[in-house]
């Protein structure tokens, strides 16, 4: 059960960041559809046990939630102020 709890907050903390990313809308409600999805199937399966799977979900929500290099740090601490 400890395990299904990190994963319950993960999951939430990665939708949290997916919030405040500064990419535009389709790139975030696109990471987000797709690691749902992800999430649905790896809660009925061993989907999660193929490390390119993984690592693709890694690589996503990476992608997702990445500030822009031209992005000033006033922007990234907006979110913040918000919690």
Known sequence: ????AVLAAAFGWMLYALR???RT???VL???????AL???ASVGNLLSFSEVTAGAGLLAGVATAHLVSEDASARRECAAHV
């Open 20 to 22: 405040c990313s500064s």
């Open 39 to 41: 999430a649905v199937a």
């Open 30 to 36: 696109t990471a987000g559809a797709a690691l749902t």
């Open 1 to 4: 059960m400890p395990g299904v």
């Open 25 to 27: 809308t389709p790139v």
